[in-house]
């Protein structure tokens, strides 16, 4: 708890040689905040109103190490244990329940059965805290890295509280994989939920936002189920997976970069697939948006998470490489700039028209199909301005 700025050690200020601070009397039943507060605290007592054990530690002036409730010991057993009764400490803040699967997972601890259990019967007042609250937990728990999420995702689902904060997660769990499409799921239940947490084991990203797109990538499955020859097919599943993740941004309030972030990587991830017969214009529109990079790295995992047996095994590089060569050629964000080919100026003169929104559209069609179809004689282009412009 921040209390102001840090004051420099003065032996002659009685507040400052006195241990007693204050002490938590009584929590509101949110589990956010104290409804009172009294200054009659020893060290002993603060520390004894932290979430773990190894957090309830403190350090005098003189380099002292101070361990009231065994936190170096449960250091040493790499374990998580709540300091005192778990039931109250949760009760507290509820986002403590979030809190100590982050810390199990990104440090390798296991956690205590009794706290365990705690979490699971209080799993349901995960609910109540504010959503921000949660998406911030969320993020830090994305941002250590891909497999260490993972091991989150599958701790708050073991904990829960999983099917509080993503339910459209959860909801993967019961569709099957075509195994010759995902064999890495073969032995991990062979669901579209195991097909994730691979993807992410092979996210070697600190980038939550990245984690997170990877994460959701194939949450459209669990609403466009077929079945076509006795197998499973998920049809439009990335579009679908556009709608659940604008209403997971919006439960979480998320920012619009986050959730523009998400909806593009998401709603992109099966058109990386047919790159290589797709034309350059569309090409260059997707290597040009600015969460290009979320992008690339969702199909990245999406296709190696597969392993080696699967047999399009060599295709993303020829993909990225594909990509690449776009970009070199015809620029980023402003591509009617980079050919310098047609320009406003120009499409008028040609035309005689000064109409603002017509001349765009003439400029972004003439655009294009100098793209996919590599010209560059200029007057080829005059034809194609006036052939469109004649068309609109």
């Keep these: 708890m921040k209390l102001g700025p840090l004051e420099k050690f003065d032996p002659k200020n009685k507040d400052h040689i006195d241990s007693k601070k204050y002490k938590i009397i009584e929590w509101e039943n949110t589990g956010r905040r104290p409804t009172k507060v009294s200054f009659n605290a020893t060290l002993k007592d603060d520390?004894?109103?932290?979430?773990?054990?190894?957090?309830?530690?403190?350090?005098?002036?003189?380099?002292?190490?101070?361990?009231?409730?065994?936190?170096?010991?449960?250091?040493?057993?790499?374990?998580?244990?709540?300091?005192?009764?778990?039931?109250?400490?949760?009760?507290?803040?509820?986002?403590?329940?979030?809190?100590?699967?982050?810390?199990?997972?990104?440090?390798?601890?296991?956690i205590d059965k009794g706290t365990e259990k705690a979490i699971?019967?209080?799993?349901?007042?995960?609910?109540?805290?504010?959503p921000e609250r949660v998406k911030d937990e969320l993020l830090k728990a994305a941002s250590t890295s891909g497999d260490k999420f993972a091991d989150y995702i599958l701790l708050l689902d073991k904990l829960k509280l999983l099917k509080h904060i993503l339910p459209e997660v959860v909801n993967l769990k019961w569709y099957r994989e075509n195994l010759s499409h995902h064999p890495e799921t073969k032995d991990k239940g062979g669901t579209v939920f195991s097909h994730v947490l691979s993807a992410l084991r092979i996210s070697n990203t600190a980038d939550p936002i990245k984690n997170l797109a990877i994460l959701l990538h194939d949450v459209g499955k669990g609403v466009t189920l077929s079945n076509v020859g006795g197998l499973p097919k998920y049809l439009g599943h990335a579009k679908a997976g556009i709608t659940l993740v604008d209403s997971i941004a919006d439960r979480l309030k998320m920012s619009n970069k986050e959730r523009d972030a998400m909806l593009f990587a998401v709603g992109n991830h099966m058109k990386f697939h047919d790159i290589l017969d797709m034309k350059a214009s569309k090409i260059a529109k997707m290597v040009s948006d600015e969460h290009w990079d979320i992008l690339l790295a969702v199909a990245h995992a999406d296709e190696f998470s597969r392993g080696n047996a699967f047999s399009h095994k060599g295709a993303f590089e020829k993909q990225v490489e594909k990509c690449i060569e776009v970009k070199a050629k015809y620029g980023m964000k402003t591509v009617n700039k980079q050919l310098k080919l047609v320009s406003g100026d120009h499409v008028m003169n040609l035309v005689g028209d000064k109409s603002g929104p017509k001349i765009g559209e003439v400029i972004r069609k003439v655009t294009m199909w100098i793209m996919d179809n590599n010209i560059t004689n200029q007057t080829e282009i005059d034809d194609k301005i006036k052939e469109v412009y004649g068309s609109l």
């Design 47 to 110: 520390l004894s109103r932290r979430d773990i054990q190894i957090n309830a530690m403190a350090i005098d002036k003189d380099g002292n190490i101070i361990d009231e409730f065994g936190g170096r010991e449960a250091i040493r057993n790499k374990i998580l244990k709540m300091v005192g009764n778990p039931y109250e400490r949760f009760s507290e803040d509820f986002l403590r329940m979030l809190r100590v699967p982050r810390f199990s997972s990104k440090l390798d601890f296991k």
């Design 120 to 130: 699971q019967k209080l799993s349901t007042n995960i609910q109540d805290l504010a």
